[in-house]
């Protein structure tokens, strides 16, 4: 069976200062993993998936299927990205299987 | 834009009684989801469906019933709702096109149910 860790419940950073989400992953197959965000008030959307290689929002995440991680990285925080974030793992072609969540909190 | 609505966002009800949670996307999304979210728990999936009619049991469907009668609403059904069915819900819809990235789930707002 699959299955998403997120070891850190919370986080708390500078801004200005790096941020590092932690993800680690089990499955069988191949995998296709994702970070979703939920800021305050709104509803949860994509941020980014490890096929696309792409930065949003100045964050970026590398699939390393060595150490089985996807860990969300951002070198300089900001107020704004103060959010609750999900790591998620694609199975059975259509399904998610989510982390339990971190949330990030940026201090000025 | 991918917009999926949610029939309620509070609701409270009473052990024992039954409860509708509904949910409508306007994307012509072939798949839809029920899931739970709690704190330190994430999203568990309650229920999946990928067509009209067709409906699959997900991570925890004890309790949890649904009905995809029409292509564009999902309904989730609590026979008799418990206290430990006090939970936000979020629904989702996705697309099974050969689009860019048919994988991507679009939520909607939750529902915070709380029963007494």
């Known amino acids: 069976a699959q299955r998403v860790t997120q070891p850190e419940k919370l986080l708390s950073v500078f801004k200005g200062a790096p941020v590092e989400l932690k993800c680690n992953y089990s499955?069988?197959?191949?995998?296709?993993l994702f970070w979703y965000v939920q800021y305050s008030r709104q509803r949860l959307q994509l941020l980014l998936r490890h096929i696309s290689r792409e930065s949003i929002k100045g964050f970026t995440a590398d699939l390393n299927k060595g150490e089985t991680s996807f860990h969300l990285k951002k070198p300089f925080a900001q107020e704004e990205d103060s959010a609750m974030y999900y790591c998620a793992l694609k199975f059975n072609d259509y399904k998610l299987s989510f982390g339990a969540g971190t949330t990030v909190t940026v201090r000025a | 834009d991918v917009k999926v609505t949610q029939s309620s966002r509070y609701l409270v009800k009473r052990t024992g009684e039954k409860v509708f949670l509904e949910c409508v996307q306007d994307?012509?999304?072939?798949?839809m989801f029920w899931y739970r979210q709690d704190p330190g728990l994430g999203l568990r999936l309650i229920y999946f469906s990928y067509d009209v009619k067709m409906k699959e049991k997900g991570d925890i469907p004890e309790g949890y019933s649904v009905s995809r009668e029409k292509k564009e609403r999902f309904s989730l059904i609590l026979e008799s709702a418990s206290t430990n069915q006090t939970s936000m819900y979020l629904c989702a819809s996705s697309t099974r096109e050969s689009t860019p990235h048919p994988d991507t789930q679009y939520f909607g707002p939750g529902t915070r149910l709380t029963v007494l």
């Open positions: 499955y069988s197959g191949s995998p296709e």
């Open positions: 994307m012509d999304h072939e798949n």
